[in-house]
């Protein structure tokens, strides 16, 4: 079955921290990793889109990595601010089925003072 | 910058009745998707428009679903008789092409339906 699994389900830190986060996917055949960020009620916006060919792809302070051997990706977000607090879902892709995105259930972050 | 736009932003309609749910994605661009996310539940895809046919639809997307666009800037998703596990956020999105999965999708602001 094709699924996308997220870990922490969700997370706290303090302004100006790091952290990762991490998925983990049994989508087949593989086409593309993506990363999301969506605000509360709002529509995801994209941060980083990743194929098999790559293993690594940042976005100014987000940087996604991609292990397709092992169907692992994260993602660290540097120097935390409090615009960061938000759902970070993973997105993967299929081959042939190139419209139909397979999302996971996101990591809630929160970013305090 | 260009961005998909959805409207209403909040729907609210009876069991049984029918709701149209519109959106304008963005002008250059081919493909169309609506998704949805129930309350607390992960982004799950509906269906997929091109070239005014539907490419892909899932489980989801039973006969009580239908998707149109009806001129050359309008996108729009109807549900024939609502029930109440169709209260969600509704979601479209649209990409400049299918392209192997890498063209970017991008979406809308969402429209919030309940149905009571």
């Known amino acids: 079955k094709n699924q996308v699994e997220q870990s922490p389900q969700s997370l706290i830190i303090l302004e100006g921290k790091n952290c990762t986060l991490q998925?983990?996917?049994?989508?087949?055949?593989?086409?593309?990793l993506r990363w999301y960020k969506q605000d509360t009620g709002r529509g995801p916006v994209s941060l980083t889109i990743?194929?098999?060919?790559?293993n690594t792809k940042s976005n100014g302070r987000y940087t996604a990595t991609l292990d397709a051997d092992t169907k692992q990706s994260s993602l660290h977000i540097t120097a935390s601010q409090l615009s960061d607090s938000a759902s970070y879902i993973c997105?993967?892709?299929?081959?042939?089925?190139?419209?139909?995105?397979?999302f996971g259930t996101g990591t809630r972050l929160q970013v305090t003072l | 910058e260009p961005e998909v736009t959805q409207t209403p932003s909040h729907q609210v309609t009876q069991m049984g009745q029918e709701v149209i749910l519109r959106c304008v994605p963005i002008s250059n661009h081919l493909y169309f998707y609506w998704y949805r996310q129930i309350l607390g539940q992960k982004v799950e895809f509906l269906v997929s428009f091109y070239n005014n046919e539907i490419s892909e639809k899932s489980e989801i997307f039973d006969d009580q679903f239908s998707v149109e666009r009806p001129d050359g800037s309008n996108f729009t998703l109807k549900i024939r008789s609502t029930k109440l596990e169709d209260s969600a956020m509704y979601f479209c999105?649209?990409?400049?092409?299918?392209?192997?999965?890498?063209?970017?999708?991008?979406f809308g602001p969402g429209t919030r339906l309940t149905v009571t």
């Open positions: 990743m194929t098999f060919s790559e």
């Open positions: 997105v993967v892709s299929r081959t042939g089925t190139a419209s139909k995105l397979t």
């Open positions: 999105a649209s990409s400049e092409s299918r392209g192997a999965g890498r063209y970017e999708q991008y």
């Open positions: 998925c983990n996917y049994t989508v087949s055949p593989f086409s593309n």
